[in-house]
């Protein structure tokens, strides 16, 4: 099997995770940072399939990295660079909002299909298209949801009622509360700013004396979890968590997260940080199995 994962510094742990999981071998590229910001990369060795591995949280430079690592790949002999992208930013400009505004969803959706050949990643923040593959053109493109390694912390035994914090998390607290039967209240959010949210929860009184698990696909600032959970703790719920797919907070976000009443925060490991708590290596094994692009696609 001529077939290599290679994930960067920040995603070598995740990365081996994969390549352990396809019993493929693991490099990591080399990126040197000049004096001016410019990148030099160098992948350690090509082959005839390389699986690039690394979220796109603080996005700018990786996206340039992960462009020179696949043309690297392909100088080397590859002739074909699957991308693996756990967080795949800039989904959330799906439209132009306002008179010359840069649609970025677009853009990079664009920019990833004229350097790879498949794409996968996790709940991507998709709201007014329908599928991935009307973002990526022309090339595979997977995408995956955590919802069921999510569920898979709760106990159900407790009872605990799932919120979802505004109307675009609906998704995802009905595909974890559905399944194991839970009760799910979501909230409407009118945003004000990076950093400024007003929220309603309509149902609060079902919280009181039980545990609430607010869930999201991906936690920025912490400002809207920061907004419900203080509505939660006014209703009288006896225990709250969250869980998400991603989580580019700050120690320092997360911090304020926990001191407004949030006991615990579980997130999977698309992006490392202290909350990483669940691999998504078995799901993107599988998934890379099932759409032929992995072990049984290779051989």
């Known amino acids: 099997m001529n077939a290599i994962v290679l994930g960067f510094s920040e995603s070598a742990a995740a990365a081996a995770g994969l390549a352990r ?82 649609v970025s969803q677009r853009i990079i959706g664009r920019l990833i299909a004229q350097h790879f050949d498949a794409v996968m990643t996790v709940d991507p923040h998709l709201h007014r298209v329908a599928s991935l593959q009307e973002v990526v053109p022309g090339i595979a493109a997977v995408s995956l949801s955590a919802a069921p390694l999510l569920a898979g912390l709760i106990d159900r035994a407790k009872a605990p009622i799932i919120i979802g914090p505004d109307s675009e998390s609906r998704q995802w607290t009905q595909s974890i509360a559905g399944p194991l039967g839970l009760d799910m209240l979501v909230g409407r959010k009118e945003r004000r700013g990076d950093r ?54 700050s120690e320092d976000d997360l911090v304020a997260i926990r ?34 692009l992995g072990t049984k696609g290779l051989t």
Request: charged share 20%; with cysteine; hydrophobic share 50%.
């Open 21 to 102: 999981q396809l019993d493929l071998p693991c490099g990591i590229v080399a990126v040197h940072h000049f004096p001016d910001q410019e990148s030099l990369v160098r992948v350690p060795r090509s082959a005839e399939t390389v699986i690039l591995y690394r979220s796109l949280d603080d996005p700018n430079a990786k996206l340039i990295e992960l462009i020179f690592a696949a043309e690297a790949a392909r100088d080397g002999g590859a002739r074909r660079v699957i991308l693996i992208v756990p967080y795949l930013a800039y989904m959330r400009q799906d439209m132009a909002f306002l008179h010359g505004e840069a």
């Open 196 to 249: 400024q949210v007003e929220l309603a929860i309509d149902g609060l009184e079902q919280v009181r004396g039980r545990p609430a698990i607010l869930v999201d696909d991906v936690i920025s600032s912490g400002m809207t979890l920061i907004a419900a959970a203080s509505l939660l703790r006014d209703a009288g719920a006896s225990h709250i968590e969250v869980l998400a797919t991603h989580c580019l907070a």
């Open 259 to 292: 001191e407004n009443g949030v006991n615990r925060i579980q997130t999977t490991d698309s992006v490392a940080g202290p909350t990483a708590s669940v691999s998504i290596a078995p799901l993107l094994a599988d998934a890379l199995i099932a759409e032929g």
